[in-house]
């Protein structure tokens, strides 16, 4: 049962542009929401965060937005650079996961120079 | 240490051996959990310590798998008599409160 889902698989995108990466959830009592970048190779890094009180958090060129109505979540990174090519998985946990956070399956961002 | 270390990077090894994945993680987290990554799936949740109490096995797949934590220090996967379905990487991560620091992960390779 996968309770964070990340339709899109893949995503390209011109540098410059706006990337914008969407998540899904089923468990109304999930409340803190992240987004992590991971390289080849490497494991996944922290991005930006969320918690369910706010709607929306910013950081640089990254800001993530949440719906709680309709258990949607995005990051958005504007303006898109070759840098930010990886794959970018979302997660979320709630006081009654016990700290375990559930991923999303990720979407591969492809910035193109 | 500075992050979360994993060791080995990469492990081959033939079906029906065991093998044993360590992670050190970063002093001072409580919280250490266990994530595998298979070819295009999401992180799937193996099992989760939290200080000195019992551990969360609840996502070991099988009881081929089993983790070993000493205190608040190193941990260790064991997986017994490996499968070719065992293959993936294998993420450790630690926490002190909400939010985790990822090692680079263990892949294994089950000929």
């Known amino acids: 049962d996968q309770q964070v889902k990340q339709n899109s698989p893949s995503l390209s995108v011109q540098e410059g542009r706006i990337s914008i990466l969407n998540c899904d959830y089923t468990?109304?009592?999930?409340?803190?929401f992240l987004w992590y970048k991971k390289y080849p190779a490497e494991g996944p890094t922290f991005l930006i965060s969320?918690?369910?009180?706010?709607d929306k958090n910013e950081d640089g060129r990254f800001t993530v937005f949440l719906n709680k109505s309709a258990k949607h979540l995005s990051l958005h990174i504007v303006p898109s650079q070759p840098g930010d090519s990886a794959v970018y998985f979302c997660?979320?946990?709630?006081?009654?996961?016990?700290?375990?956070?559930?991923f999303g399956t990720g979407t591969s961002l492809t910035v193109i120079p | 240490g500075a992050g979360v270390s994993q060791s080995p990077s990469n492990k081959v090894t033939e079906k029906g051996k065991d093998v044993e994945l360590r992670c050190d993680p970063i002093?001072?987290?409580?919280?250490l959990y266990w994530y595998r990554q298979r070819l295009g799936q999401g992180l799937e949740f193996l099992i989760y310590?939290?200080?000195?109490?019992?551990?969360?096995k609840s996502g070991l797949p099988s009881d081929r798998f089993s983790a070993e934590r000493t205190g608040e220090s190193v941990s260790t996967l064991t997986i017994q008599r490996t499968q070719q379905e065992d293959s993936a990487v294998y993420l450790c991560?630690?926490?002190?409160?909400?939010?985790?620091?990822f090692g680079s992960g263990t892949r294994l390779t089950v000929v």
């Open positions: 991560a630690s926490s002190l409160d909400r939010g985790y620091t």
């Open positions: 468990n109304s009592m999930f409340d803190y």
């Open positions: 969320i918690s369910s009180i706010k």
């Open positions: 997660a979320a946990s709630g006081r009654d996961t016990g700290n375990q956070f559930y």
């Open positions: 002093s001072g987290h409580t919280a």
């Open positions: 310590f939290q200080g000195n109490s019992a551990p969360d």
